[in-house]
């Protein structure tokens, strides 16, 4: 996973830890909190421990003990780990003991304290990171120790420890933590986390378009403790908005079923009595899916306008911190059905202007009533712009300027920044569309809802002069209905009017990491792109699917080689995967050897072939024509491949996209004779998708 933050850390900002203070009638407590405990800590490190218990001078004697040997010969930030989480806990106990008095309203504060693990793979990350800490928000009357059961689902933030104080790098290995908190919690609008590199502390706030960092603050000294003893308590009473919370999503938690706790444990054992051995990957897969089953499910509550609806989970997650973040959250308005999605909710960060579900309402105005087409644009439902409550029960529209105004303008960015780069919080309801085809179980789903959401694209380009600008197989859903796969494509919002040049060309490049980009997209970030850049963009989310499996369980399976040059795509800096992207694409060689040929046998394997040599080797040839009859080629029964061939508009036009599987469009086209044979054709592929289901 590329971070993708180069050239977008301001770093020396002191208006960071001052922007999670909470409210005005709060500022005079937690200041008057911030020195108790900062005086309390120091009389423990000179020895006057007062009336203070065993358990605090204990939790102060490990933290002072630890100072000394930061810088050491031998000194390993493992060693730090507990000393920084006893500063945590120590300040959790003030804080539970001022707002636990009865004249005080202690319902919206918190506790902030650490859970028990450290330094491990959490659950709900797709990769192998390991944060060193995981902090964890509790109600205020929770016991004051470690948490347990450590997963991103329940994560606050991250902290990051280095040995000494090399900043280099170590924000960027801290968003590689953050983005998985995005991608694993509804009501997660930016994330924040803390550094603490040799004895310097650092917040960390990442916005949207800039990653904001704090100047250091040294606690082995008296004033840099109190700087971080304030950040802790202003987090501890500081309102959700300004934590990065999301307060139109409330979260409901709810008890695991007793029956889904077993199925899991059952499934964990039978996988370690499996023999031969299980593979490594599949047995950690099980063992993540057996502590899932342990911990409380979360229910989202979203509403929007008038409608409320529940989730549980996001089927698309954002790729990278930077850019629209995009999620699509798959919600139904009956909580008990949420396993069952009944719409999908589009929650993300416009540029002022740029409103997809504006572009949605255009585009089925454009197409009218044209069967084919039409019934593949998404249902659009509602559509919203984002509020967020703040101090006094007051609302405001969660945009750049209410969430990082006071940033910016402290770095001299000032409003013109705001205008032409701030972001507006959005979020619109769509009738479910369908799956992604990462949940697809064959690989002929998978490349049939490929062809149609290319149809889509090049319809929209050929007959006005529409280019999608964000082709990736998230964007790419399905549906069976009557036994025939429904392709769909979604991320209309990137779409760009090659006539009038109207494009959002910074938004689009940072849709996706360089790994998914196209070579001319990685190098020229702000440039205008064309239908071929995204084709490009597809192929290295089809190579990827073809090598790594298209669904979990594959996934699950998949063991990487001592030698897998794909991986060398997510690796170094956005020239370097540029550059080795050219050398695998630039000879057949080099792209069959190398990428080619550690794609598993299918269809999948087929379509990636055929786009390269469309692509690369006839580039004067552009269209897809090439990877139509590859999709052909695919469907071996004969009558529907001589029906769909002996159409003339296959033939005689360049682009036959469109018509390629909507057997509504061939019959509107064509003659009742065609139409018979396509209404057999469509039989004779249900019944080979049924086939190919059945083998899967």
Request: net charge negative.
């Amino acid at each position: 996973m590329v971070s993708n933050l180069d050239g977008l850390i301001t770093d020396n900002c002191p208006a960071v830890w001052a922007h999670s203070r909470p409210p005005s009638n709060m500022l005079g407590i937690a200041e008057d909190l911030t020195n108790e405990v900062q005086q309390a800590l120091e009389d423990d490190r000179q020895g006057r421990h007062g009336d203070r218990n065993e358990e605090l001078q204990g939790l102060a004697q490990e933290f002072f003990r630890w100072l000394p040997r930061v810088g050491t010969q031998g000194y390993n930030e493992k060693t730090a780990y507990g000393p920084i989480q006893a500063v945590f806990i120590y300040v959790a106990h003030f804080v539970q003991h001022r707002f636990q008095r009865p004249r005080v309203e202690a319902k919206s504060y918190c506790l902030i304290l650490p859970f028990d693990q450290t330094n491990f793979v959490m659950h709900g990350a797709d990769d192998a990171t390991r944060p060193d800490i995981a902090i964890c928000s509790r109600p205020i009357d929770t016991v004051v120790e470690h948490q347990p059961n450590a997963c991103y689902q329940d994560t606050f933030l991250i902290v990051e420890v280095k040995r000494a104080d090399h900043f280099g790098g170590v924000v960027d290995q801290l968003g590689r933590y953050d983005l998985h908190l995005l991608r694993n919690q509804c009501d997660v609008r930016y994330p924040i986390g803390l550094t603490i590199c040799g004895t310097v502390a650092r917040a960390v706030i990442f916005a949207n378009d800039r990653v904001w960092v704090s100047n250091g603050a040294n606690i082995a000294d008296f004033d840099g403790r109190g700087v971080l003893i304030r950040q802790l308590v202003d987090w501890s009473l500081c309102l959700p908005s300004r934590l990065g919370l999301d307060t139109s999503v409330m979260r409901r938690i709810m008890p695991t079923p007793p029956a889904v706790r077993l199925a899991a444990q059952q499934a964990a054992r039978r996988i370690a009595r499996q023999r031969p051995p299980a593979t490594p990957a599949v047995r950690q897969a099980a063992h993540y899916a057996e502590r899932q089953a342990e911990l409380p499910t979360i229910v989202y509550r979203l509403k929007v306008k008038d409608s409320v609806y529940y989730s549980t989970r996001c089927q698309r997650i954002p790729d990278s911190l930077i850019g629209t973040r995009t999620r699509y959250i798959c919600a139904s308005k009956d909580i008990n059905s949420v396993d069952n999605p009944t719409h999908l909710i589009v929650d993300y960060w416009s540029l002022d202007g740029h409103n997809e579900a504006v572009a949605i309402r255009h585009l089925r105005h454009w197409f009218g009533e044209r069967i084919g087409l039409y019934p593949r644009i998404p249902t659009l439902v509602s559509s919203v712009q984002v509020n967020q409550l703040i101090s006094g029960g007051r609302h405001v529209r969660d945009d750049t300027e209410s969430a990082f105004g006071e940033l910016t303008r402290a770095e001299g960015l000032g409003d013109d920044w705001l205008a032409t780069q701030g972001r507006i919080h959005r979020r619109m309801v769509l009738e479910y569309p369908g799956q992604p085809i990462s949940e697809a179980a064959d690989q002929l789903s998978v490349v049939v809802a490929i062809g149609q959401a290319m149809a889509m694209a090049q319809a929209l380009n050929r007959d006005h002069g529409i280019v999608h600008g964000d082709i990736r197989t998230d964007n790419i859903v399905y549906r069976i209905e009557d036994g025939m796969v429904r392709g769909t494509l979604l991320g209309l919002g990137n779409c760009i009017d090659s006539r009038t040049g109207a494009q959002h060309a910074h938004q689009l490049a940072d849709a996706q990491p360089p790994s998914e980009q196209a070579i001319h997209v990685i190098e020229n970030p702000r440039g205008n792109y064309t239908s071929r850049d995204y084709l490009e963009s597809l192929l290295s989310h089809v190579c990827s699917l073809g090598t790594f499996g298209i669904n979990w369980e594959q996934r699950a399976e998949f063991v990487a080689g001592p030698r897998l040059p794909i991986l060398d795509w997510s690796k170094g800096t956005a020239a370097d995967i540029a550059d080795i992207k050219r050398v695998h694409l630039s000879e057949p060689t080099y792209f069959y050897d190398d990428i080619l040929a550690y794609m598993r046998d299918g269809p999948l394997r087929n379509l990636a072939s055929d786009m390269y040599r469309t692509l690369f080797r006839h580039p004067g040839t552009f269209g897809v024509k090439r990877i139509h009859n590859m999709l052909l080629a695919e469907m071996e029964d004969g009558d529907m491949a001589a029906a769909l061939r002996a159409l003339p508009e296959i033939n005689n036009r360049r682009d036959p996209l469109a018509l390629l599987y909507n057997a509504e469009t061939i019959a509107a086209a064509s003659t009742n004779t065609h139409h018979t044979i396509t209404q057999n054709s469509n039989e004779a592929f249900a019944a080979q998708h049924a086939g190919a289901g059945a083998g899967a």
